[in-house]
């Protein structure tokens, strides 16, 4: 689980914009990018290569 604080400094790499935790807990959305980036073992992959297209 991803800690509140480091959710805080979290930023998107595309935008520098805020990302939030998806649902799931699972990835960390950025809405204004529309990408999810996943977490893996408690690690947030925040590579935009790998940053897969939010679902509508």
């Known amino acids: 689980m991803i800690s509140k604080e480091l959710l805080d400094i979290l930023a998107c790499p595309k935008c520098k914009g805020p990302v939030q935790l998806n649902e799931k807990k699972d990835g960390l959305i950025c809405k204004a990018c529309r990408l999810v980036y ?4 408690d690690i947030p992959i925040m590579l935009i290569d790998e940053a ?3 679902a509508e």
Not at 38 to 41: A, H, P, Q, S
């Open 52 to 54: 897969k297209k939010l």
């Open 38 to 41: 996943e977490i893996r073992d």
